[in-house]
């Protein structure tokens, strides 16, 4: 039995009801030796699916509005073959077209605030599978330009609240060690509906008349699709987060939620040990916090230092950076840039839509072999310095061959297809770097209290930055010209390798909880220094299942053991036994 001093640790694990280890059914199941494998079980990969797919949203509109604006059939219907139109003036039309989901995205990020805590994780992306739809639907029946502004502007409420919903949700269900994975799910969901659509839009483009508007009515109905198929999955499939459910002071049906996802019973000590660190962390809030009311939660922000620091010098920087690091240029314009280096016709559709299956193939990969394995920062630092390499080679090509034609010859040849190969590769870089990285971190730094209103707050950023920047992106190429713009986007990569190296601290394997350790730390040692002053001492880290066995270990580092849990089932069985002989010989 256990012998320790703590009157709470005897109570997590003397009442504590323990599992024998059981076998791997799965190859593909994660090697976690401190915890039961009955935490890695299909009502958690089922709901982290549902929630990870919905990344896709994003991705769907940006693989279908950079292929739709190359399509005849679209570009006669809302104006381009307007002969009165300037130069500028087709570049206004293309970034309002663009920008409009971004701005929308921008409401949708500030009704998350609500949302997402007064409806629940579940509810809240049920309303947005509707309210997507809704936007679509309003979109392909649009027979001018004003309506398929509002159209868009719709779609991008309910896509601005994805980024909050997803990432909160499945950084609040994953065990830590997967924590990175699940969260990468949303991001690589981005490019998974960015591939669907480039490849159905060059499909229509084979194979429908360019006069026939269902060359791309047809691909954007593709939305449509997947926001239905995700709001029957809701009710299918999904468990409610029990942070959210403890939050809100439902307890009973927290312990109930957090036993589905784990598959464990309530005492088991993982259950306990983790509702526990749950409790402590919200009465911790709760006594630091004047109350709930949205400004006082607010004014969390400016009055506590590990807030501020969280806010101002990771969450901000890292949406600013990642948005003017050249990764929205690549991914809305990617037509116009394979035409820029003379890849023509449809076949800038076919090569924006192999671009999308490297950044797809790409973004899993990472999350299955870097986010969590190597840690957060190694993924910034591979991804960072692969898209810096890559978008620098782009910019001297368009510098040194300014005008790109069939006829190019030697090695202006093989410069061009390098500058091909280089815009692969930096959706490569962009994916396992920022892309995965500004939805995971925004959703594991925060405080539970302040989690999705944090979340919520930065995705306004996150939006408002992708609307100037798509805004600006068309007169930044004719002002500066396409090298110039990759010459800034390149500088800006370069800053941010310091400012991974400096100021983001490793959170990869820790519990949620004790995150908020590290950034009590002096600002200068948070991000070089953190984890190793600060190494998790959640009640979930000192609890240990191996071999079938549970041991919980002390602040001093000792472990106390409890009894083997095959032998203690076998005692527990022949118990039970005795008992009904007894009550048979009475």
Known sequence: MLTTDSDASKHLLTDAEVLPKQKRKFRWTVEDNDSPIEIYNATLYLSVMVFGILGAARGLDEGNIGSNISLPSFRERFGFNDPNKSENDLANLKSNIASMVQLGCVGGALLAVFTVDRLGRVNALRQVCVLWAVGVIIQLTSAQVGQLYAGRIIEGLAIGQTTTIGPTYLAEVAPKLIRGLCGCIFAGAVYLGVMLLCFANYGTALHISDSSQKQWIIPTSLKIIFAGGILIMTFLFCVESPRWLMKVGKEDKAAEALCKLRKLPASHPLIVGEINDINEQLL??????????????????????????????????????????????????????FGVIGVKGVETLKMTAIAGVVKFISAYLGAFFIIDALGRKTSMYVGITLQFVCELYYAIFMNVVPEIHDSLKGSKKRASQGAVAAIFLSGTGWVIGFNALQYLMGSEIFPLKIRSIANSLV?????????????????????????????????????????????VPE?????????????????????????????????????????????????????????????????EDESIKDHKKDEEMA
């Open 284 to 337: 911790m809030e709760n006594q630091a916090q004047a109350g709930n009311s949205f400004m006082n939660i607010v004014k969390e922000f400016i009055r506590v230092k590990a807030n501020r620091y969280r806010l101002l010098v990771i969450a901000i920087p890292a949406q600013l950076l990642g948005q003017w690091s050249g990764s929205n240029a690549v991914t809305i314009y990617a037509p116009e840039l």
């Open 459 to 503: 995705m306004v950023l996150h939006f408002a930055n992708q609307y100037g920047n798509s805004k600006a992106l068309p007169d930044m190429m004719i002002a500066m010209k396409p090298y110039g713009a990759f010459y800034f986007f390149s500088a800006v990569l370069a800053f941010s390798l310091f400012w991974v190296w400096f100021f």
């Open 507 to 571: 959170v990869a394997g820790r519990s949620l909880e004790s995150i908020d350790d590290i950034f009590n730390l002096p600002w200068h040692q948070i991000g070089r220094h953190g984890p190793r002053l600060c190494p998790d001492h959640s009640e979930l880290s000192k609890i240990h299942y191996s071999n079938g066995e549970v041991s919980y270990e002390e602040k001093g580092g000792s472990e106390h053991m409890v009894e083997d849990v095959n032998h203690s089932q076998r005692e």
